[in-house]
């Protein structure tokens, strides 16, 4: 089974065995659920798929078989309560294992999965049910989420059936209960393989929340993420930290680990415990692991040393910038080289250091051989080395993985897709190894006084000190200069604000970068303005001081 991936790829490496080709090999009708995991469960049906547990101590083991029997059930239950090919379908699972019955069931119809995270309000939801015309949902039952659907329904009518999972509601169907009555009996549907698969909401740092849609062939795009940059294998046991409602759960929680016939392991929890974690992957044995710097910032603060992690073998991060200082102390702990790549929920990995590769702490790594990657400048020239420009995807050549589209937006896709390229909005440079640097999203590069200057270089120095919990660095409209760089810190619970702190601050970054990049307006406040999904809005900061100015 370790090579059971390459029935649908073309690969090849350098000389020193690193992956340099890559090319997926779909079927027309390639689609993950039938041609990945039931043919694994007719393959190998006792083989482990996934490792589930929660807080409270409940466990639960599945293997192939076990997730193809279930998914064919749950489609039978979809399907007769009217979900069909096409249909939009919310998915609001938190980490419960249900989350792979019902996408793979919604794979087999031909239905398009909408996973959402349970952090959404009333709000939220109603913009994004009639935004997709979504007709029905499964939820779980263990937070509010079913309130707010409910309450967004009054003023919405186009949900056909409401599952809960882990709960009983009036009004919904109750998921563990209904799922029994079918025997799953189920023949494979015609889809296709640029069919609409999932739809995701972007997390909107700009602005509403995007659209964005993949294909039945995006799975393909993952045999890199798992294979190459997860270092998964067959006999693997990995673990994304990622919540289902999230993009990166199919990059870490599904598809390329599921191709490479490596198990699954997900920790059902709500509130980050950094030590829960290592207890699990101590008691465990987790192999292969993958996690925000954030969480490993956490991991480092509250003592690796008192843990056996030692089952580890290679960790992973993406999801924002790493700073230099995260590598290197958790490569102190553990031994191990954190390797970071980057990607959006419009594409898959685009650069990752891969296996093989020595990373460079900081860096994206280099371009992903599923793609032609360059980085250009406004007029969409490439920018030599160590010139900053923005990352663009050549949509000339094959591009598997990359989405199909702003779904309802037509304009907003020809925007970013234009003129033979992907423009992803965010800039880098790239040094004379060809290691990419990332600089910050297009609309964050601030432009003073003469100078093109990145945020994430300023923000990384000041989360050195300590002081510093969390910081954004922005463009502050200025009478004289026009534009002056600006940092909103939030500090650590020891620190007060003073003019004193802001000089210390302002030396502090002085002397870790050349002198001009230096935020001239340092401001304290409680909290930094975040989307749904954490990210920073700096768009928000930056519409305050103009407001103000």
């Not at 466990?59 to 193809?68: A, N, Q, R, S």
């Not at 309450?151 to 509601?169: L, P, S, T």
Request: proline share 5%; charged share 25%; with cysteine.
């Amino acid at each position: 089974m370790e090579n059971f991936y390459q029935r649908f790829c073309k690969e090849g490496f350098d000389e020193n065995g690193v992956l340099n080709y890559f090319e997926p090999t779909p079927a027309e009708n390639f689609n993950f659920a039938y041609d990945v995991v039931d043919e694994i469960a007719r393959l190998d049906p006792e083989r482990r798929a996934l490792v589930w547990c929660n807080v409270a101590g409940e466990e639960k083991i599945l293997t192939f078989g076990e997730v193809k029997k279930y998914s064919d059930k749950c489609a039978q239950m979809f399907s007769e309560h009217g979900i069909k090919k096409g249909d939009m379908v919310m998915l609001v699972l938190k980490r419960h294992y249900e989350f792979w019955f019902a996408v793979l069931a919604l794979h087999k119809i031909g239905a398009v999965g909408v996973p959402a995270t349970n952090l959404l309000t009333t709000k939220d939801i109603l913009y994004r049910f009639e935004a997709a015309s979504i007709s029905a949902c499964v939820c779980s039952g263990e937070c509010k989420i079913a309130d707010y659907v409910d309450e967004a329904c009054k003023k919405y009518d186009g949900i056909q059936a409401k599952f809960i999972v882990r709960g009983q509601r009036e009004g919904w169907i109750t998921f563990s209960e209904e799922i029994e009555k079918y025997d799953g009996s189920w023949d494979r549907r015609d889809t296709c393989k640029n069919d609409p698969m999932l739809l995701y909401f972007t997390s909107g740092t700009t602005g509403f929340p995007k659209m964005v849609v993949h294909n039945f062939a995006y799975p393909l795009g993952h045999i890199i993420t798992a294979r190459y940059w997860h270092n998964v294998h067959a006999n693997d046991l990995h673990l994304t930290v990622s919540e289902t409602g999230w993009m990166k759960s199919v990059w870490g929680k599904l598809y390329g680990q599921w191709l490479a016939c490596a198990s699954i392991f997900v920790y059902d929890f709500d509130k980050f415990v950094p030590g829960d974690l290592m207890e699990k992957i101590q008691q465990y044995k987790v192999t292969t692991f993958c996690a925000p710097p954030t969480i490993y910032r956490f991991l480092i603060k509250e003592g690796m040393e008192n843990y056996d992690i030692s089952s580890l073998r290679y960790a992973t991060t993406a999801g924002e910038a790493l700073n230099p200082e995260v590598y290197n102390r958790f490569y102190e702990y553990t031994g191990l080289r954190l390797m970071e790549s980057y990607g959006q929920t419009e594409t898959v990995m685009q650069t990752s250091n891969l296996v093989g590769t020595i990373p460079k702490p900081g860096s994206m790594g280099k371009p992903s051989p599923l793609y032609h990657i360059l980085l250009v400048d406004e007029d969409g020239n490439e920018v030599p080395s160590g010139t900053v420009g923005e990352i663009v995807i050549d949509t000339t050549k094959p591009h598997y993985g990359l989405f199909s589209g702003y779904y309802r937006a037509e304009e907003l896709t020809a925007e970013s897709w234009h003129d033979g390229l992907y423009h992803t909005g965010d800039t880098a440079w790239k040094d004379e190894d060809g290691y990419f640097w990332y600089v910050g999203r297009t609309d964050d590069v601030i432009k003073a006084s003469g100078y093109r200057i990145g945020p994430f270089e300023i923000e990384s120095v000041l989360m050195e000190h300590p002081s510093v919990l969390e910081c954004a660095v922005t463009g502050a409209p200025d009478p004289i200069r026009g534009t002056v760089v600006k940092a909103t810190i939030v500090l650590t619970k020891n620190y007060q604000p003073s003019e004193e702190l802001k000089k210390e601050l302002q030396n502090y970054v002085k002397k870790q970068t050349a002198p001009y990049k230096y935020p001239r307006i340092v401001e304290f406040v409680e909290e930094l303005p975040k989307t749904i999904s954490g990210k920073i809005r700096r768009t928000e900061i930056r519409a305050k001081d103009n407001k103000n100015k």
